[in-house]
């Protein structure tokens, strides 16, 4: 694990950005804002490029792991796309 850092506009950014979006996982997505390996991508560990994350802040992966011919590693179980979602939040 490596720390992904942002400068203070990009990370007041992200966080308006989640905030405005006021998802069920927008609580979730804030707090792994804060966290040491937010914005670094769960599959390979690289770097999750700051437009990536701007357009999807709850991202969990980079671009290239993102890709639909690549499977996605059977360890995780948040799903990358706000929309689909299975877990209650409550
Ligand atoms: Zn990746």
Redesign the pocket.
């Known amino acids: 694990m490596h720390y992904h850092y942002f400068t203070i506009e990009q990370r007041e950014a992200l966080e308006r950005l989640i905030r405005s979006q006021a998802s069920g996982d927008a609580r979730e997505t804030l707090r792994r804002l804060h966290s040491p390996d937010y914005g670094v991508?769960?599959?390979?560990?690289?770097d999750?490029p700051y437009v990536r994350l701007m357009a999807d802040p709850a991202t969990l992966?980079?671009?290239?792991?993102?890709r639909p011919t690549t499977p996605r590693p059977a360890s995780t179980s948040a799903d990358t796309t706000s929309t689909t979602s299975t877990q209650s939040g409550k």
């Open positions: 991508c769960r599959a390979c560990g690289g999750i992966y980079c671009t290239a792991c993102l």
